[in-house]
């Protein structure tokens, strides 16, 4: 299984394919080098393999690369960020608590 996670922004998502197929999306809302992650959805065909987590875990990692923040509205975001407690700083403190940070 080969997956590749990009950055669709003129669809203001990160896009996650599995041997070249779409199998899912990370919304987000971008306001500076803050984004808003409101929704991720993984396709039912690729539930269950780690395709969300992944999705998520490369689009933080680019996130960071940018310098940007994440306000993790989506719940899964933030299972993902405890999975990965280096992306705990992508949140701001005084935002944490509020996230289950």
Do not use: N, W
Request: net charge negative; proline share 7%; with cysteine.
């Amino acid at each position: 299984m080969t997956t590749t996670v990009q950055d669709a922004p003129e669809r203001s998502r990160f896009e996650i394919e599995v041997d070249g197929e779409l199998a899912g999306f990370l919304d987000y809302r971008k306001d500076g080098d803050e984004y808003a992650l409101p929704h991720t959805r993984v396709y039912p065909q690729f539930e269950g393999r780690g395709v969300g987590h992944d999705l998520v875990r490369c689009a933080l990692e680019e996130i960071a690369k940018r310098g940007g923040t994440v306000l993790p509205y989506c719940p899964f975001v933030p299972r993902v960020i405890l999975d990965h407690p280096e992306f705990t700083e992508l949140v701001r403190e005084e935002e944490r608590a509020s996230f289950g940070l």
